[in-house]
């Protein structure tokens, strides 16, 4: 791993390296998480998912429950058990 020294402006921006926005493919506007940890930060490359990942995601979703044998009208119960553990 290649370390590159970089500095923050008075408003608190820093430039990424060339080479680290080329080779993740950022462009302007690209959206990253931060993290501080610890004197570390993190920057996360965020990808805004398309639709086809979500309807990839409730189908993936909608098999497992058939497969544990949830059916619709199960919904409100689990959601109204999920809250009342995390009150408790």
Do not use: C, H
Request: hydrophobic fraction near 40%; glycine fraction near 6%; proline fraction near 2%.
């Amino acid at each position: 791993m290649d370390v590159s020294m970089i500095s923050m402006s008075s408003k608190g921006q820093v430039v990424l390296p060339k080479d680290i926005r080329q080779q993740l493919n950022l462009g302007a506007g690209a959206r990253l998480a931060a993290y501080a940890i610890g004197d570390m930060i993190m920057l996360k490359k965020v990808e805004i998912p398309q639709e086809a990942d979500f309807i990839k995601s409730l189908d993936e979703a909608s098999a497992w429950a058939k497969s544990v044998g949830y059916k619709e009208e199960d919904i409100d119960d689990i959601i109204k058990s999920y809250r009342k553990k995390k009150t408790t």
